[in-house]
């Protein structure tokens, strides 16, 4: 059983997918934020870098798009070209585009520059595939592909056709509109969240999809019977609290940006963020279930391969992934970790992939990622500790004050009677250890003084006014 929560407010678009009373996919868009992906451009080739094969391409929405180039691929500066948006941008960073465009339907992907025919690999029926190629192939333009998406297999070839019909049409009219004016300029916008999630979330495991937006109702409601979807129930929730309060997924939600994820039997995960990788620590915890530390050790594994499937749908995290598994010495546990990991990950549109187990347990793993993650959306680096996750302790700071009492006396720069202020943890911790010591030092009285308005590591020192 499957529900789909939405919430649309002025300032942002919710969406929850709720999988056996667990949370399964958590999305959230931002009004007025940057939501790129999707996006088709006609856009100004800017530069061209032959050191790393790329093009910077000037789309008019401040930062330059970074093209990756084929191998004999050439560009020149000022050429025109159509690019779609592929990745946010991030950070610096400008968005990833590419020349390859396609148009996501509910049962095909029209790709306008491509040349085959491909299907998901989740239609495993030979006929089946065999039928759904012909049917698309007899619709298709000349000189077009498509990719028949896992939902056709339960679609009419009236509602594949309509659906091939209208993004044909998109792409007439974009094709014509990039022939209008000049310069770089949009062509082409995504759909929001509510109607996305449509397109790539409804299925026929879906029960019903509670929204607490009356239009959006309305939409969502027209189009479930435009795609022949009656069968699920949609709903129109009218209270007053907020719609994920009121349904009890605010704990699910807030848990997200946990760095310690605790399993059922004991075991927990450590999610650890670099700029390269993200990283998962599996540790067995208290976990009390086994007779002795190899059925442990496996026990853990298994839950904690289920919930890192989970955990990174739930926090979109994409790139590279590896998780350190609790040592396992039999290959055939270990492939009973993989397997399971892969068929967890079967379900997730952006398409992880598991590359493999190491000698030491260390699982590396793949995954798109396209949009601003929800870590990006949701936090700003800490002014504090600038992202790293720490700060200097109290001690640190004191042994850097007194470094620095020396070199100002040795050049005779301060007076025997000096004001220092500090952070207020740093002063309560130096209150109790550090100001005897140094007054006895450099035979001077200190007054010190908590300044919450300063960083855990920057201390001033001032001579105190007579």
Same mark, same amino acid.
């Given at each position: 059983?499957?529900?789909?929560?939405?919430?649309?407010?002025?300032?942002?678009?919710?969406?929850?997918?709720?999988?056996?009373?667990?949370?399964?996919?958590?999305?959230?868009?931002?009004?007025?934020?940057?939501?790129?992906?999707?996006?088709?451009?006609?856009?100004?080739?800017?530069?061209?870098?032959?050191?790393?094969?790329?093009?910077?391409?000037?789309?008019?929405?401040?930062?330059?798009?970074?093209?990756?180039?084929?191998?004999?691929?050439?560009?020149?500066?000022?050429?025109?070209?159509?690019?779609?948006?592929?990745?946010?941008?991030?950070?610096? *960073?400008?968005?990833?585009?590419?020349?390859?465009?396609?148009?996501?339907?509910?049962?095909?992907?029209?790709?306008?520059?491509?040349?085959?025919?491909?299907?998901?690999? *989740?239609?495993?029926? *030979?006929?089946?595939?065999?039928?759904?190629?012909?049917?698309?192939?007899?619709?298709?333009?000349?000189?077009?592909?498509?990719?028949?998406?896992?939902?056709?297999?339960?679609?009419?070839?009236?509602?594949?056709?309509?659906?091939?019909?209208?993004?044909?049409?998109?792409?007439?009219?974009?094709?014509?509109?990039?022939?209008?004016?000049?310069?770089?300029?949009?062509?082409?916008?995504?759909?929001?969240?509510?109607?996305?999630?449509?397109?790539?979330?409804?299925?026929?495991?879906?029960?019903?999809?509670?929204?607490?937006?009356?239009?959006?109702?309305?939409?969502?409601?027209?189009?479930?019977?435009?795609?022949?979807?009656?069968?699920?129930?949609?709903?129109?929730?009218?209270?007053?609290?907020?719609?994920?309060?009121?349904?009890?997924?605010?704990?699910?939600?807030?848990?997200?940006?946990?760095?310690?994820?605790?399993?059922?039997?004991?075991?927990?995960?450590?999610?650890?963020?670099?700029?390269?990788?993200?990283?998962?620590?599996?540790?067995?915890?208290?976990?009390?279930?086994?007779?002795?530390?190899?059925?442990?050790?496996?026990?853990?594994?298994?839950?904690?391969?289920?919930?890192?499937?989970?955990?990174?749908?739930?926090?979109?995290?994409?790139?590279?992934?590896?998780?350190?598994?609790?040592?396992?010495?039999?290959?055939?546990?270990?492939?009973?970790?993989?397997?399971?990991?892969?068929?967890?990950?079967?379900?997730?549109?952006?398409?992880?992939?598991?590359?493999?187990?190491?000698?030491?347990?260390?699982?590396?793993?793949?995954?798109?990622?396209?949009?601003?993650?929800?870590?990006?959306?949701?936090?700003?680096?800490?002014?504090?500790?600038?992202?790293?996750?720490?700060?200097?302790?109290?001690?640190?700071?004191?042994?850097?004050?007194?470094?620095?009492?020396?070199?100002?006396?040795?050049?005779?720069?301060?007076?025997?009677?000096?004001?220092?202020?500090?952070?207020?943890?740093?002063?309560?911790?130096?209150?109790?250890?550090?100001?005897?010591?140094?007054?006895?030092?450099?035979?001077?009285?200190?007054?010190?003084?908590?300044?919450?308005?300063?960083?855990?590591?920057?201390?001033?020192?001032?001579?105190?006014?007579?």
């Amino acid at each position: 059983m499957k529900t789909i929560y939405v919430s649309v407010r002025p300032e942002e678009t919710r969406m929850g997918l709720v999988e056996d009373e667990r949370l399964r996919d958590y999305a959230v868009e931002r009004h007025g934020a940057d939501n790129l992906v999707g996006n088709v451009y006609r856009g100004r080739v800017a530069n061209v870098v032959p050191g790393i094969q790329a093009a910077f391409v000037d789309l008019n929405i401040g930062k330059n798009g970074f093209l990756t180039l084929k191998k004999d691929e050439k560009l020149t500066e000022g050429q025109m070209l159509l690019v779609q948006v592929v990745k946010d941008c991030r950070g610096n *960073k400008g968005p990833g585009i590419t020349r390859a465009i396609t148009f996501p339907g509910r049962y095909i992907v029209l790709e306008p520059y491509g040349r085959k025919i491909s299907l998901s690999r *989740k239609i495993t029926c *030979k006929s089946m595939r065999e039928r759904l190629r012909n049917m698309v192939a007899l619709l298709l333009p000349a000189g077009m592909g498509a990719v028949i998406r896992t939902a056709a297999a339960q679609a009419s070839e009236e509602e594949i056709r309509n659906d091939l019909e209208q993004l044909i049409r998109n792409w007439e009219i974009l094709e014509r509109r990039s022939k209008m004016g000049r310069g770089p300029q949009l062509l082409y916008r995504e759909l929001d969240l509510s109607i996305r999630m449509l397109r790539d979330y409804v299925t026929d495991e879906i029960t019903s999809i509670i929204v607490d937006d009356e239009n959006t109702y309305h939409t969502v409601n027209e189009l479930l019977h435009d795609m022949g979807l009656d069968q699920v129930k949609i709903i129109l929730y009218r209270g007053e609290e907020d719609l994920f309060t009121f349904y009890g997924l605010d704990e699910s939600i807030e848990s997200i940006s946990d760095r310690i994820v605790q399993l059922p039997g004991g075991g927990y995960l450590v999610f650890d963020y670099t700029e390269a990788m993200t990283v998962i620590d599996v540790n067995s915890g208290r976990y009390a279930k086994g007779s002795d530390r190899e059925e442990t050790s496996l026990a853990t594994n298994r839950e904690a391969a289920v919930e890192i499937a989970r955990q990174l749908r739930l926090r979109d995290i994409g790139g590279i992934i590896v998780a350190d598994f609790i040592d396992m010495d039999r290959a055939e546990e270990q492939e009973e970790i993989l397997t399971l990991l892969r068929q967890q990950f079967a379900s997730d549109k952006m398409k992880p992939k598991v590359m493999g187990m190491t000698h030491l347990n260390l699982v590396e793993m793949t995954r798109m990622k396209a949009r601003r993650n929800l870590f990006g959306m949701l936090y700003a680096t800490c002014p504090m500790c600038q992202g790293s996750g720490r700060v200097e302790a109290p001690e640190t700071v004191y042994v850097e004050i007194r470094r620095r009492l020396r070199a100002l006396y040795a050049r005779q720069s301060l007076s025997r009677s000096l004001v220092i202020s500090v952070h207020p943890l740093v002063y309560e911790w130096m209150g109790v250890h550090g100001v005897k010591e140094m007054e006895k030092e450099f035979n001077c009285t200190i007054k010190l003084t908590s300044d919450p308005a300063l960083a855990a590591g920057v201390f001033t020192i001032l001579n105190q006014p007579v």
